[in-house]
């Protein structure tokens, strides 16, 4: 993983946001209920995905993508993604990409 001090000073780039991945299985935990004003305190974007989306049956996993979003007080809904179903994966990558595309001010 590359981190900020393998990167010589004159070649740092700001951080384009944060992909918090969360179990969907656990729900959100005191960490990231820390974390999130944390980010919106920096103004810092902040995608939420839920992973592991494969083991909880359909109306399950709406349910926890609400309590999710409610818990976190975030304005999109997580993503509720699974690399073993590839379910989420495509809407991960578009809000990956929009993270870093967006010219930070």
Known sequence: ALR???VPSGERTSLA???LLI???RGVQDEELDFIPWLAQREMPVVVA???ADKLAKNKRM?????AKQALSVRKDPL???VLSNEGIEPLW???VGLVAKPKA
């Open 23 to 25: 179990d969907i299985r």
């Open 63 to 67: 349910l926890e993508i609400g309590r």
């Open 17 to 19: 946001g944060v992909l």
């Open 80 to 82: 509720a993604v699974s």
């Open 50 to 52: 839920l992973t592991k």
């Open 4 to 6: 900020a001090r393998d």
């Open 94 to 96: 578009r809000a990956i």
